[in-house]
């Protein structure tokens, strides 16, 4: 028996009464199933206030679980079995209780781009959004950050009245942004010197510097609303081009690499979308305790970002 995916999934995402969240690095081929796209922080905001019955997250683990802690009563599911992003495993528990021993009278600040059990030990989380603009807002000078360097080193430059402090160290970052190196920049601006660049800040500080604007998924969003250009570079996961030339099929967009490929979040297909949906797999779980604690952060991120 063959199966129409979109019309079957269609069907279910109004049988069970589904909202479907979708990340801008999807691939083009969920696009026709999704409610909302966007970046970490304005799907948060959308989980938050969510009024479905189920939250169907195509995305990766900790996009997930930051969904389940807004909305606890509400189950949320994956589009995938286990895409947990890799860099939201480099800081564990144990790493932050060491930081904070050495450093007592320090904010604890996350990426969202952790597991729950580190946004639980901390005092605000944040996004590649709002990142410097919280760490501005708080008392403490001396901010533990982790796990991303690069975003550490992006909010020392922009709020240098504050010692930034990495954790786990400078290795902490994205496997797909390391990979972007200054040749792959001078490459495509040699090819498109009129093209505006956008980077994403989990790209290296050298690149961040190079670039026209340093931006979040959301922000390159906009920026083709905000500016007057036709073309750009885009210093971010392969799937952002895509994304962008959808929503602007008159712009050209180039890939910084064209290697720069997620592969947890290339694990979302609309088939597995299909057999979570119809067999009601890949539920989001937490330990109610981390829940517990992990849900006062993350609803501080939102209220100063
Ligand atoms: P954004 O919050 O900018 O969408 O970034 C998420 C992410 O995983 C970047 O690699
Ligand atoms: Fe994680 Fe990097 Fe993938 Fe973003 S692009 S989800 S940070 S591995």
Do not use: W
């Amino acid at each position: 028996m063959s199966i129409d995916l979109v019309s079957e999934i269609l069907r279910l995402k109004e049988e069970k009464d589904y909202v479907i969240l979708c990340h801008n690095y999807s691939s083009p081929t969920l696009y026709p199933i999704a409610d909302y796209f966007g970046d970490s922080l304005g799907l948060s905001k959308l989980a938050a206030k969510t009024s479905a019955s189920r939250i169907m997250f195509i995305g990766v683990t900790f996009m997930a679980e930051t969904a389940l802690i807004l909305s606890p009563e509400t189950m949320v599911q994956q589009a995938s079995s286990s895409p947990h992003c890799p860099m939201a495993a480099q800081l564990k528990q144990e790493q932050i209780k060491e930081f904070i021993e050495k450093y007592p009278e320090a904010a604890v600040v996350t990426y969202v781009n952790t597991r729950a059990e580190a946004k639980a030990l901390s005092d605000v989380c944040v996004t590649s959004a709002n990142a410097d603009r919280i760490i501005s807002q708080l008392d403490e000078q001396q901010i533990l950050f982790g796990p991303d360097a690069n975003l550490a080193a992006y909010v020392q430059k922009r709020v240098p009245e504050k010692e930034i402090i990495p954790m786990p160290g400078p290795r902490g970052g994205c496997y797909v942004h390391r990979q972007f190196k200054l040749e792959h920049f001078e490459q495509v601006k040699a090819q498109h010197p009129d093209a505006i660049s956008m980077m994403h800040p989990e790209a290296s500080t050298v690149l961040q510097d190079t670039s026209d604007y340093v931006l979040s998924t959301g922000g390159m969003e906009r920026l083709p609303t905000e500016i007057d250009a036709q073309e750009f570079i885009v210093g971010t996961e392969i799937g952002m081009v895509d994304r962008l030339a959808h929503l602007f099929p008159d712009k050209n967009f180039y890939p910084l690499f064209t290697g720069g490929i997620c592969y947890q979040q290339k694990k979302n297909t609309l088939y597995s979308l299909y057999e979570a949906m119809a067999f009601d797999r890949n539920v989001v779980r937490l330990d109610p305790d981390i829940l517990l604690r992990a849900t006062a952060p993350i609803e501080r991120m939102l209220e100063l970002s």
